[in-house]
C-alpha cells in the first residue's frame, strides 16, 4: 500500500475549511494525460491555487493507474520546480463500488468519492458508511452523493435529475461519517446539459439554462451548518470555444452550460469544491481542431497538443480567478 503522504498529497480535510470560512471554491479538474496535468498544475502554480487533480474510473481504465498515481506525485514536484509548492489533492471521480474506493486508498489516492445516488437511500447510507469507516484509517477523506445528476460523463449517466432533499441530509452525514457531499441543484453532467425545451432564448436567439437551485442549497446550508458541499457538473460551455469547435468541422448542438455568475456566487456559500471537466474537454478540442485544420501539413502531436494544453492552462486560469475565487489561497 502507497500512502498519499508519501507522493507528498494532501487530503481535501484543511483546505474545505479555509474555503469554507474564505467563502471560495477549490477548483476539481479532471485529467487522463499528461498535457492535462501540466495545464491544471501550470494555472493552479501562476495563480497560487490549491487543486483537487481528479481521476474518473474511465481515466484509470485509459491512462492506467500507475501511471496516474506517478504522474500525480509528479504535479506536485512540478508545482515545486515552477515555484510553488500548491496543496494537491488526488480525487477518484464516482467511485461506484467499495473495491474501487479501496483500490485507489492502496495506490496513493488522498481522497475518493463514493457515488451511492443511484442505489435506494439507505443502501446508499451503508455503502458510503463503509467507504467511510475504511479510508479513515488511513486519514483520506471521503464524498458522498444524495440526489442525481443528469447527463453523460465517462461513466455515469442518467436521464433526469433528482434533486437532493434536504430532509435526509442531516441523517445521511450523520449515519455515513462523509467528509463532504455532493448535491444536486440543477447541475448536470456532459456538454450538452439541458435541452432545448428546457431553456428559454434571449433575443440574440441564444439557449439560456433554468437557473439553479439555490433554494434547496440554502435548506442544506441550514440542515448542516459549517458542512463542506460539493458541486458536480458544473461546466459552463463557454460558447466561443463551442464556435471553435463547430468551424473546424465539429458538430455540437445545442450546447450550453450553468452560467458562470450562478457558479460564483454558490462559490460564496457552502460549497467548497466545484467539479469541471467538459470545459476543459471543449478547451483542448477546439484548440486542436484548430490547428490540424489551419495546419493540414502538421503532424507533430507537440504541435497540436502544446496549444491544446496552453488553451487549457488559460481556461482553469479564468475559472480560479473569475469563478472559483481560490487564486491566493494556496
Known amino acids: 500500500m502507497v500512502n498519499y503522504k508519501e507522493l507528498g498529497l494532501v487530503n481535501s480535510r484543511e483546505i474545505f475549511k479555509k474555503a469554507f470560512a474564505g467563502k471560495y471554491a477549490i477548483p476539481a479538474f479532471n485529467f487522463n494525460n499528461m498535457e492535462q496535468m501540466q495545464a491544471i498544475v501550470q494555472a493552479c502554480v501562476e495563480t497560487k491555487s490549491p487543486v483537487i487533480l481528479q481521476v474518473s474510473s474511465g481515466a484509470r481504465q485509459y491512462a492506467n493507474q500507475t501511471l496516474l498515481r506517478y504522474m500525480a506525485q509528479g504535479a506536485v514536484e ?65 464524498e458522498g452523493e444524495l440526489g442525481v445528476l443528469a447527463g453523460i460523463e465517462d461513466d455515469v ?20 461519517g462523509v467528509d463532504s457531499l455532493a448535491i444536486s441543484i440543477g447541475t448536470s453532467h456532459g456538454a450538452n446539459k439541458f435541452t432545448p425545451e428546457q431553456c ?14 439555490f433554494d434547496i442549497l440554502e435548506e442544506v446550508e441550514k440542515r448542516i451548518p459549517g458542512f463542506p458541499i460539493v458541486l458536480h457538473g ?72 502544446g496549444p491544446a494544453r496552453d488553451k487549457l492552462r488559460e481556461l482553469y486560469k479564468h475559472k480560479i480567478l473569475h469563478v472559483l475565487g481560490s487564486n491566493d489561497k494556496a
Open 157 to 176: 449517466a442518467a436521464e433526469h435529475h433528482t434533486y437532493t432533499q434536504p430532509d435526509e441530509v442531516e441523517d445521511f452525514v450523520k449515519k455515513t
Open 234 to 305: 458544473a461546466s459552463s460551455v463557454p460558447q466561443d470555444l463551442v464556435a471553435t469547435i463547430n468551424k473546424y468541422g465539429g458538430a455540437l448542438k445545442d450546447a450550453v452550460g450553468i452560467p458562470e455568475d450562478q457558479l460564483r456566487r454558490a462559490a460564496t456559500s457552502a460549497v467548497c469544491k466545484i467539479n469541471i471537466d467538459s470545459d476543459g474537454r471543449l478547451a483542448m478540442t477546439a484548440a486542436v481542431r484548430e490547428v490540424l485544420a489551419t495546419q493540414p501539413a502538421e503532424f507533430d502531436p507537440r504541435k497540436y497538443l
Open 78 to 142: 512540478y508545482a515545486k520546480e515552477l515555484g510553488y509548492n500548491i496543496p494537491i489533492v488526488l480525487h477518484l471521480d464516482h467511485g461506484n463500488s467499495f473495491e474501487l474506493c479501496k483500490d485507489c486508498i492502496e495506490m496513493g489516492f488522498s481522497s475518493v468519492m463514493i457515488d451511492g445516488s443511484h442505489f435506494p437511500y439507505d443502501e446508499n447510507v451503508e455503502l458510503t458508511r463503509r467507504v467511510v469507516e475504511y479510508a479513515h484509517q488511513y486519514d483520506i477523506t471521503v
Open 200 to 213: 428559454t432564448r434571449n433575443a440574440d436567439g441564444i439557449l439560456i439554462p433554468p437557473p439553479l437551485r
